[in-house]
């Protein structure tokens, strides 16, 4: 079920919940940042998977954000 909200509008409070999340997620203790930016960028992935259905290029970037998730919280940290 996709909700009726307009994409500028769901856009800009994206943004400010990620950055608020993603500068909140940093100041964790060592090695939890990694971790938790990567979960945040995961699960980023599999909303706009399930968002984007209908729209490929949407589910594309879903499934690249997840994989780039599971990297970070794997590799990148």
């Given at each position: ?40 960028f ?10 984007g ?25």
């Amino acid at each position: 079920m996709r909700p009726d909200l307009p994409r500028p509008l769901i856009s800009i409070v994206g943004l400010v919940l990620g950055f608020t999340v993603y500068a909140l997620a940093g100041r964790a203790p060592e090695p939890w940042p990694g971790v938790l930016i990567g979960g945040m960028f995961a699960l980023l992935g599999i909303a706009a998977w399930f968002y984007g259905r209908g729209e490929r290029w949407i589910q594309v970037l879903g499934v690249l954000l997840l994989v780039y998730g599971v990297v970070r919280m794997a590799f990148l940290h």
